[in-house]
């Protein structure tokens, strides 16, 4: 199984704060992306990132990949309590044109 | 707005008895997705669609069945829902399989 596994499964923080979440997968990928979730809802889009790329920045998200030690981080900065949610990394397989798989994601938590 | 919507937002059914839930985009997007998604965990890729073509996950139960009678539309069938099978069903959509998924609020299935 590709499937990504993220560090840490939960993250406390005050608000103001910065949070890094990173995720692990096992198999070449053709690009990873993260997600954000917020309680009973959807997943929202957040960050594509290619295999050829190494760092995307949007907004007050930045993502790194590293394909050498097959991991990716995700860094939100000045966190605000709307950043509660759960954040998930998802990867393609380096065939291109596949379906994503979803890692464990990080419960994400911003106290005012 | 393009966007994904799915209906109803909660379903209540009995043990036993089929259920349907629905999708619709207006994005035109080539590939939809349907995830099943428990408690604190990540979303399980059930089946997708690429345009007509059917891809069942091979660990999918065949109490589950999908239809995807045009581009805009696609449903998920319980043929008789077990107390497992309550969850948050999600669908999703992308122009091509393995690049950004768009997804539907979800439908939240309680089965009594």
């Known amino acids: 199984s590709q499937q990504g596994e993220e560090d840490p499964q939960a993250l406390s923080i005050q608000e103001g704060e910065n949070a890094t979440m990173n995720c692990s997968y096992k198999t070449s990928i053709n690009n990873l992306q993260w997600y954000r979730q917020n309680s009973g809802r959807g997943l929202v889009h957040l960050i594509l990132i290619r295999s050829n790329e190494r760092e995307k920045h949007s907004g007050r998200l930045r993502v790194t990949l590293d394909t050498s030690k097959k991991s990716s981080s995700l860094l939100i900065t000045a966190s605000r309590a709307a950043d509660t949610a759960s954040y998930f990394c998802a990867t393609e397989g380096n065939f291109g044109n596949e379906k994503l798989t979803f890692g464990t994601g990080t419960r994400l938590t911003i106290i005012p | 707005d393009a966007m994904v919507i799915q209906n109803p937002r909660y379903q209540v059914t009995q043990f036993g008895k089929p259920v349907t839930l629905s999708c619709s985009q207006t994005?035109?997007?080539?590939?939809m997705y349907w995830y099943q998604q428990k408690s604190s965990q990540a979303p399980k890729l059930l089946f997708h669609?690429?345009?007509?073509?059917?891809?069942n996950e091979a660990d999918t139960p065949d109490n589950f069945q999908s239809r995807r009678p045009n581009t805009s539309f696609c449903f998920l069938d319980i043929r008789s829902p077990g107390l497992g099978d309550a969850a948050m069903y999600l669908c999703?959509?992308?122009?091509?399989?393995?690049?950004?998924?768009?997804f539907g609020p979800g439908t939240r299935l309680l089965v009594l």
């Open positions: 999703a959509t992308s122009l091509l399989a393995g690049e950004t998924q768009y």
């Open positions: 994005l035109n997007h080539n590939v």
């Open positions: 669609y690429y345009d007509k073509d059917f891809n």
